[in-house]
């Protein structure tokens, strides 16, 4: 049996595989407020855990999964993919990378590739709609690997926050740009750099404006028209504008709107959004 195995840095919490024999399995990380720990599975109830993590003046933090947590997820299979959020913000790289070494210690005919997305929520979505496409071809392990490595190159992701603080506050991003998050209705539009690392690129205020700047944003990153994810934290609204403002430069484009995991709700805040995308 075939394995794809995704963190919960990945905003998808149920998913098919299309390939003859593929299961999918999910490998949730934690959000600790106080003495409090919310675990990402399906059932996490979002709104609620923002509301609890915001309002309590306790310390507030993540935790990604143990190796033990990724090695149960491992069992049964003899050949595993494994997708996990940037390895530059997070230890479930390393995690899931040692459970590789000790799932094969006990199978040694079984097959992992642990593909570190230097990224977080839709853009390792498209990562997983594309390993499960080429286990559908018919691909070998090798060639799987090979072509999802040369997809990832071809893929990019945007940010937007309303609110900059958790993000400030665990160090992901550097104090200075926190300084405009207390100012009304200011937003930051940022982007995963090619070292998995949050770099801000704009901020802005109002919906409309908003819509521009990823547009031109897109086109700068050489956007190629095709597939495009906006992952939001509950604001239907902005996401929807956006897409309609692609669609009328990019009318073929394949656009999904999907609800952030908890883990990229904490961080992006109340109405941020994420935003992957196939690139040229």
């Keep these: 049996m075939k394995k794809i195995i995704v963190d919960s840095g990945c905003d998808i919490t149920n998913f098919h595989p299309a390939g003859k024999d593929v299961k999918f399995a999910r490998a949730p990380l934690s959000i600790i407020s106080g003495d409090r720990e919310y675990l990402d599975t399906p059932d ?16 507030s933090s993540t935790a990604c999964p143990s190796p033990n947590a990724f090695l149960d997820a491992y069992q049964g299979a003899d050949e595993i993919y494994v ?24 199978n040694p005919d079984a097959k992992i590739h642990v593909f570190d997305s230097l990224s977080a929520g839709p853009e390792m979505t498209l ?48 104090k200075i740009v926190g300084l405009a998050s207390g100012i009304l209705g200011i937003s930051l539009l940022g982007r995963a750099s090619t070292e998995g690392k949050l770099e801000p690129l704009h901020k802005y205020r109002g919906i409309n404006k908003g819509a521009k700047i990823v547009l031109s ?3 700068e990153e050489g956007f190629n028209g095709k597939h495009l994810i906006i992952a939001h934290n509950f604001n239907e609204d902005h996401a929807n504008h956006i897409r309609k403002t692609v669609l009328e430069i990019y009318p073929s484009a394949k656009i999904e709107l999907m609800l952030t995991s908890g883990l990229c709700s904490y961080y992006s805040g109340k109405q941020g959004m994420l935003i992957g995308f196939e690139k040229n």
């Design 127 to 174: 990562i997983l709609y594309k390993i499960s496409s080429l286990l559908s071809e018919g691909n070998d392990f090798e060639t799987v690997i090979q072509k999802t490595s040369d997809y990832m190159k071809h893929t990019g992701l945007f940010f937007i926050l309303n609110n900059v603080d958790t993000l400030v506050s665990s160090g992901r991003l550097p």
């Design 83 to 106: 997708v996990t959020i940037t390895g530059g913000l997070s230890g479930s790289y390393s995690s899931a990378k040692l459970a590789s070494e000790m799932f094969l210690a006990e």
């Design 217 to 219: 944003s897109l086109q």
């Design 44 to 59: 996490l109830d979002i709104k609620t855990m923002l509301d609890e993590v915001t309002s309590s003046s306790a310390k």
